[in-house]
């Protein structure tokens, strides 16, 4: 007698966990991975995926009802890539699946499907076609061309400078692989980036599917169902399109590969970038990662020979590089604009060209304070001082999304006079708009953005020139490619790196390179980036935009320090809301470990930067790992050992982005 290993689809109910069923004779040889089933589960009778096999239990096993037909070439990689991501990120299979395929997207291997028979709104772009090549351009095009071709085909590195004609190179590396009859996954950052690549891609290659987190459920399933019948060959999207249900992949593009929105931060914490390979291992096929500032561990793997590489040092038509001006806020009046910046606002204005102007934080003031004792506003669940938004009137918690209204008194001395400390980017436009009061601005962060469609419609005002200035936070950093930005502002340049985690200075390099890289793409552009550190060498080389002396100091600091990319990581992440109980079992679990793994090296135990998030107090360790992907099952099976107090939430988080 043979069994088969089902994750039942009645999720809300089943446990974390799959189930043993065995195979009755007629099916035994029409049962394989990723086939679809009915089967008996408590009282009633629903859909299971087969994810694997045994030839024996010591246990009585119900029997699988009935094989569901399925037109879908895609699942058994789907079931070898969920196996594969339960071992490397220490999830078990349930959550893995539950991630790679989430239940709304399994409306479509059901039978009924009345639902996702309507057709997807075609909006209609004007066609382009492949645009005359530079040298560089050629050259890079040629060599990801023989990569492609290759019988190894492995990863592929595209650096250039901002404004360099990647995409172009991308575009026309699409094609080939669409005449070569193969499917392609394009995957970029930001949401706010979809709508200008939508219309690049689209005006290329005509119809595609488009795949985001703002998409409802249904339009998912459709966009999904569609690659499924294989009437679209190319899908777009941000990270989770990573998943998308080719059959055939030819090719897996990232752009801007070094963004941090490539790793998921909860339950299954994937990294774009690692499924992205291993899909192309299973396939044969290319992964293009491009990027005008690399993640350290991408460009050290193409130092180490890992990745092929090629780099475009030229703007396209030979467009300088914008003029960079760091300008020290130390010996400003005025701490949100200086002169300098203010002065050449006005000239760009004068010149009839567009502003962008960049600050990474949200809100109003970051905190208030009473100014009789010093009490600060702080979240009660996280501990984190809570950031007052004018538009609401409200301080809000940006961890738990806690909201209360600002009370008159202070709520430990009775006092009435607050100092508000600190400037989001709610503050930086009020004041704007005290200088530029007769031109329009238009503000891009997570709270304009909410509505369905926002940010099309801000990014669109924007190239249509009804506006002149456009301050955002993240958002508008990379990616977009306006051709009349004059000026762009950072208007601090400090909000990542003084923050105590090994990539701070990575993130504040990339930032500022990126941003500074949206101005003088078709005309003369300056960046003026403000500062309270002038001198600081990572501000100086990305005002010079020297990736190059960037890297050769980041990589010693590394180096020293058995950070990525020399060393993996692992961090152990415990919560609870006693905050001795997590203390008491984060020495506990770290004791246990070091008794039966003594080959490991751990770090810690110790609180979390952000120590308390909405009611639980959080504590982490860490595993430095030469070899996680071969560690990895050992560990695990260690783990699976400890007992947990009942009180404790623990997750891992394998090669985390961030230690915060």
């Known amino acids: 007698m043979k069994f088969a290993e089902i994750i039942v689809e009645n999720y ?48 009585e096993t119900k029997e699988i009802i009935k094989l569901i037909p399925q037109n879908s070439d895609y699942l058994p990689e789907l079931i070898n890539l969920i196996q594969y991501l339960s071992k490397y990120y220490g999830v078990n299979l349930r959550d893995a699946f539950n991630c790679v395929l989430p239940g709304a997207i399994r409306d479509f291997f059901k039978k009924k499907k009345e639902s996702l028979n309507k057709e997807i709104k075609k909006e209609i772009y004007p066609a382009t076609f492949n645009l005359k090549l530079n040298h560089h351009q050629e050259e890079a095009l040629k060599l990801i061309t023989q990569t492609f071709f290759s019988d190894k085909k492995e990863v592929f590195l595209l650096h250039g400078v901002t404004g360099s004609g990647k995409t172009e190179v991308y575009l026309q590396i699409l094609d080939l692989c669409l005449k070569e009859n193969k499917e392609a996954i ?35 399933a459709l966009e999904w169902q569609r690659i499924n019948q294989k009437k679209v060959h190319i899908a777009l999207g941000t990270r989770s399109a990573v998943f998308a249900p080719f059959a055939n ?20 914490r994937y990294h774009a970038r690692t499924v992205a390979i291993k899909r192309a291992h299973y396939h044969n096929a290319l992964v293009v990662l491009g990027s005008a500032t690399p993640s350290i ?40 604009f200086s002169e300098k910046l203010l002065k050449e606002i006005e000239n760009t204005l004068n010149q009839n060209k567009q502003v962008i102007l960049f600050l990474n934080r949200r809100g109003y003031h970051n905190y208030i304070l009473c100014r009789s004792c010093g009490y600060v506003f702080r979240c009660l669940r996280c501990n984190i001082s809570l950031t007052y938004h004018a538009d609401l009137r409200k301080l809000c918690c940006h961890y738990c999304f806690y909201q209360k209204n600002l009370p008159d008194l202070c709520p430990k001395c ?11 980017i709610q503050k930086a436009e009020e004041e704007l708009k005290k200088y530029f009061s007769k031109v329009k601005i238009l503000r891009m962060d997570r709270d304009t953005t909410v509505k369905k469609g926002s940010h099309n419609e801000i990014l669109s005002q924007f190239a249509k020139g009804e506006a002149k200035i456009l301050i955002g936070t993240q958002m508008i950093a990379k990616g977009l490619d306006f051709p009349y930005i004059g000026l762009v502002g950072v208007i ?23 941003v500074a890289g949206r101005a003088g793409r078709r005309t003369a552009g300056k960046v003026i980036i403000q500062t309270y550190v002038p001198e600081h060498s990572c501000i100086i080389n990305a005002s010079l935009q020297d990736y190059q002396k960037f890297y050769h100091e980041e990589i010693k600091i590394r180096e020293e320090t058995n950070f990525p990319p020399f060393a993996q990581l692992v961090n152990f992440i415990l919560s609870s809301k006693d905050c001795e109980l997590v203390k008491q ?27 308390k998030i909405n009611n ?25 050992k400890y007992k947990f107090h009942k009180e404790i939430k623990f997750h891992l988080d394998v090669d985390p982005y961030s230690l915060l």
């Not at 809300?12 to 195979?23: E, G, R």
């Not at 040092?313 to 001006?325: F, G, K, M, S, T």
């Open 12 to 59: 809300i109910k089943a446990p974390d966990k799959t189930f043993i069923y065995h195979i009755p004779e007629n099916l035994e040889d029409k049962v394989k991975l990723g086939t679809v089933v009915l089967v008996p589960f408590r009282n009633l009778n629903v859909l299971g995926y087969v994810v694997g096999f045994s030839e024996k239990v010591d246990f």
């Open 186 to 220: 394009v995957l970029v950052p930001e949401i706010a980036l979809t709508p200008q690549a939508v219309e690049r891609y689209k005006g290329r290659f005509g119809d595609i599917a488009v795949l985001h987190s703002r998409m409802s459920d249904n339009m998912r």
């Open 249 to 268: 992949l030819g090719l897996i593009i990232i752009d801007e590969e070094q963004d941090g929105s490539y790793k998921q931060e909860n339950f299954l």
């Open 297 to 336: 561990e991408s460009y050290y793997s193409t130092m180490q020979k890992k990745y092929h590489y090629y780099f475009l040092p030229h703007r396209i038509d030979n467009y300088p590089l914008a003029e960079v001006e760091i300008v020290s806020l130390s010996c400003e009046e005025k701490t949100i």
């Open 414 to 424: 009775g006092g009435f006079k607050f100092k508000y400390g600190g400037f989001g």
């Open 492 to 514: 601090l340049a400090d909000t990542i790196l003084n923050l105590p985690d090994f990539r701070a200075q990575e993130r504040t390099f990339q930032l500022l390179a990126q």
């Open 585 to 611: 079992e984060s020495e506990n679990l770290i004791n246990f470990l070091k008794e039966n793994l003594k080959e490991f090296k751990f770090s810690g135990p110790a609180p979390c930067i952000f120590g």
């Open 616 to 640: 639980f107090y959080r504590w982490h360790f860490i595993l430095r790992s030469n070899n996680l992907k071969n560690d990895m099952e050992i560990f695990k099976n260690c783990l699976d």
